[in-house]
């Protein structure tokens, strides 16, 4: 029988502000921001230390997963719903009636359908796996949740 521990990781770094809009779902339509936080286990066989996954590896991780998106407009380039244009330092989104201008510097283009909380945690999880590699070799799954406010939070997580 094989025995799994899991590790978590939730604290104040782990964490960023960012500004976005969900095509279609009403009222979350509007440009809007949130700070986020994040929740990361991990679970695997322990090694001859005892140990799932280093701490010392997993943290650095988390952080240069959130860093870029940390005070940025977060934009899904995947939205069938949303029309994007870049010219010189700028980004035009189309949404239905409305038309933004933004710096390019302020804005994040992601590779998302939405900046909903599961595709955050979903892209925030593959960002957090490659960064890891060779270390993610006794895990057997790591899961990661991405909270807006208080008392909303969603979850990826991939099997290996």
């Known amino acids: ?81 949303i029309r994007l244009t870049e010219s010189g330092a700028g980004l035009e989104i189309h949404f239905k009636h409305k038309r933004y201008l933004l710096p390019m510097e302020d804005c994040l283009l992601l590779p998302l359908a939405s900046t909903t909380v599961e595709s955050l945690a979903c892209y925030i999880l593959e960002k957090i796996t490659a960064e890891l590699g060779p270390a993610m070799e006794r895990i057997s799954w790591i899961e990661v949740g991405v909270g807006e406010g208080g008392a909303q939070m969603a979850f990826c997580k991939k099997d290996f």
Request: hydrophobic fraction near 45%; charged fraction near 20%; include cysteine.
């Open 1 to 81: 029988m094989k025995i799994q521990t899991r590790i978590q990781v939730s604290k104040r770094d782990s964490a960023f502000s960012a500004a976005h809009f969900l095509a279609e779902m009403g009222k979350c339509e509007r440009l809007h921001g949130h700070n986020y936080f994040l929740s990361v286990q991990i679970a695997g066989e322990v090694d001859p230390r005892g140990v799932v996954a280093d701490f010392n590896a997993l943290d650095p991780a988390i952080a240069k997963a959130c860093a870029p998106l940390d005070h940025k407009v977060l934009i899904p380039q995947n939205s069938p719903a």
